[in-house]
């Protein structure tokens, strides 16, 4: 028998009556009709169960529809963003990244009607960002389309999401690294680049304490003691996850973090600069922070003869190696800052290989065992 309900409803205006039902097929609760009195309600819930019962579904009102343009939806999507940043609730630079999505979408989307819009036309969309970028590049548009057409339900734009069943594309997972020799050739090759006086501190905060981008781009001097006995200490701080560490800077680390001090002061005064505009580590010679220094990486790479390495490769340079040299997937978890073990989980196959000196003792036992 259908499942149909009478809802006892108080308002200012008085006792009112919901009948309400749930869909045979979808086991989804829907609002039939509402009556001012309990009598019309029982009627009516009786003729509805009866027709449920006999296969069929009733005929309800049409939704309220407001027919937006995709552009539309996305400022009133981006002005929400803004609204949780100034909350707290939405950290600066990912809104930012949102925001960059959404205009790239919006330039091609915007000024389409929501409800014109098809699954197979952003299906389109997404597998060319695919093609011509990354998988990784592309889910991240897919998920901001996704964001837009979920409040265009909402702000009844659209009555069916068409974008709820579009998946995600697989996304390669790297596991790219660097070997000692390796490292050693790149931080080399950036002598040749505009970048030789602060590249080789970047590339070893990668390589050596598994700094991503954004804890580079964000330290400060006042984060590092050069100064703590024979090692020295690093802060670091990762918004992503809101991970923080100290750990002993290492001693090429180290080096090259002087070095690079050193080169600011000798500059700043030579052009008798004595304000700085920040106290960022990674910046101008005024202090200005710099935002980015891909086209240095990249340089970087090409004097080093290096292909399809990212930056972000750095990291698993830094917890492959630190296996290799005798650590465990929780110390590579500790260290890297990573939230949860999974993540540390692809480096697996190498954790064994730090055992490497007892096999070789075994080796050397079982050819001194044979000749004898």
């Known amino acids: 028998m259908a499942t149909v309900v009478i809802q ?3 308002r200012k205006s008085g006792i009112k009556y919901a009948v309400r039902y749930k869909d045979p097929l979808t086991r989804k609760s829907n609002h ?8 019309d309600a029982q009627n009516a819930a009786n003729n509805l ?12 009102r049409e939704k309220r529809f ?3 343009r995709f552009r539309e939806v996305a ?3 981006e002005s929400q963003w803004q609204t949780k940043k100034n909350r707290g609730a939405l950290k600066a630079k990912t809104m930012y990244d949102y925001i960059i999505w959404l205009n790239q979408l919006s330039t091609v989307l915007g000024n389409r009607l929501m409800c014109e819009i098809k699954k197979d036309e952003v299906e389109e969309l997404i597998y060319g960002i695919a093609d011509s970028s990354s998988n990784v590049n592309a889910n991240k548009h897919l998920s901001t389309v996704k964001k837009v057409f979920k409040l265009g339900i909402k ?3 659209i009555l069916e999401d068409v974008t709820a069943e579009i998946v995600s594309l697989k996304e390669p997972e790297r596991n790219t690294f660097l070997f000692p020799h390796e490292l050693d050739n790149l931080v080399k090759a950036t002598c040749i680049t505009r970048a030789k006086f602060y590249m080789p501190a970047i590339i070893y905060l ?3 304490h598994g700094a991503s981008k954004q804890e580079i781009l964000s330290l400060e001097w006042r984060d590092i003691q050069f100064e703590n006995g024979d090692d020295g200490l690093i802060r670091l701080f990762r918004t992503k996850n809101e991970k923080e560490r100290t750990e002993c800077i290492m001693p090429r680390t180290k080096s090259a973090l002087l070095e690079w001090k050193r080169h600011l002061k000798y500059k700043r005064h030579r052009q008798k600069i004595t304000v700085m505009k920040s106290d960022h580590v990674v910046c101008r010679v005024d202090g200005t922070p710099i935002k980015c220094f891909n086209r240095a990486w990249w340089a970087a790479l090409r004097a080093a003869g290096i292909k399809d390495f990212h930056f972000h490769d750095l990291r698993h340079t830094f917890c492959s190696n630190l296996l290799m040299a005798g650590g465990d997937l929780k110390d590579a978890k500790e260290m890297i800052g ?3 073990i999974a993540m540390t989980d692809r480096y697996s196959h190498l954790s064994g290989l730090h055992k490497r000196n007892l096999q070789k003792q075994l080796s050397k036992y079982y050819e001194n065992g044979h000749s004898s």
């Not at 039939?32 to 009598?39: I, S």
């Not at 169960?49 to 009733?58: E, F, N």
């Open 66 to 68: 407001t027919p937006l």
């Open 75 to 77: 400022s009133k999507l």
């Open 155 to 157: 702000e009844h734009a």
């Open 338 to 340: 990573h939230s949860d």
């Open 206 to 208: 990668g390589a050596e």
């Open 49 to 60: 169960r009866a027709l449920l019962d006999s296969g069929k579904l009733p005929k309800t």
């Open 8 to 10: 006892k409803r108080k």
């Open 32 to 39: 039939y009709k509402t009556f001012l009195r309990m009598k």
